[in-house]
């Protein structure tokens, strides 16, 4: 037996553990090394795989560091201007109610220009899911303070660290939403381990058949990390998300209706 041979037989149908799924794109990823947003692509992908509804989801991207989110996963998508995501899902899912829509949105997309337009989304109860992923600054733009900014956090519109007196308190976007008769399932996610992104891909998963029963938004709010917007390492932003995101920006479930 040569070596080629050997190698087919161990990579055969049979043998295979894990492999790529073919709704995330072969191509090159445009994002920061220790970017969340790379992981965040690749569990919607895998679940958008396992339920086999590849023909059938819409995404909407957004204006930030994703929206080119459209070059990494095969699905048909369209593109929001800043902050309206939330709108043209509501007129998506409402004229084609047969598709899985979903909005992928940044904290500086969603929880700022487009906050008044996830507010009413979530208030009507539109039959979309929503991923929020909060990493607490402006990344695409050079690293400016967001609405999700924490109190003393240094960026670069807050070099002595952000000052809550003058420029009001971290919005808690899934608190706020929680809230609203027209969401159905809320929750605050990360992906920084094996672990967690099998939390997430649940929940991902659970949004999704949630909008096959027209009850109500779902919310999955991601924290990540922004190595190049916090100036640090990968390994430093991990850290630094736990030891500081989490614990104003807890983990789990708010809401599940």
Request: aromatic share 8%; hydrophobic share 35%.
């Amino acid at each position: 037996m040569t070596a080629t041979t050997e190698l087919k037989n161990i990579i055969s149908e049979e043998n295979v553990v894990y492999k790529k799924t073919s709704v995330l794109l072969d191509n090159e990823m445009h994002y920061c090394p220790g970017c969340t947003h790379g992981v965040i692509h690749k569990a919607i992908a895998e679940v958008i795989d396992d339920m086999g509804i590849q023909e059938k989801t819409i995404g909407v991207s957004p204006v930030g560091c994703s929206v080119l989110a459209y070059n990494y996963l095969d699905i048909d998508w369209q593109q929001a201007a800043h902050g309206r995501a939330p709108a043209l899902a509501t007129a998506t899912s409402r004229l084609m109610p047969e598709k899985y829509v979903f909005t992928y949105q940044g904290d500086g997309d969603l929880a700022s220009i487009g906050c008044a337009e996830i507010m009413h989304a979530c208030n009507r109860g539109e039959s979309i899911v929503v991923f929020f992923v909060n990493n607490a600054i402006y990344g695409m733009t050079g690293g400016q303070m967001a609405p999700t900014t924490l109190e003393g956090q240094v960026t670069a519109t807050s070099p002595y660290g952000r000052d809550c007196q003058t420029t009001g308190f971290p919005m808690k976007i899934s608190e706020m939403v929680a809230m609203l008769p027209g969401t159905r399932f809320v929750t605050r996610e990360s992906a920084e381990t094996p672990g967690a992104v099998r939390k997430l891909k649940k929940a991902i998963r659970k949004g999704f058949e949630n909008t096959r029963e027209n009850k109500g938004i779902s919310f999955i709010e991601i924290v990540g990390t922004c190595s190049s917007g916090w100036k640090m390492s990968p390994v430093q932003s991990n850290v630094w998300m736990k030891e500081n995101m989490f614990p104003y920006y807890p983990l789990g479930t708010l809401k599940d209706e």
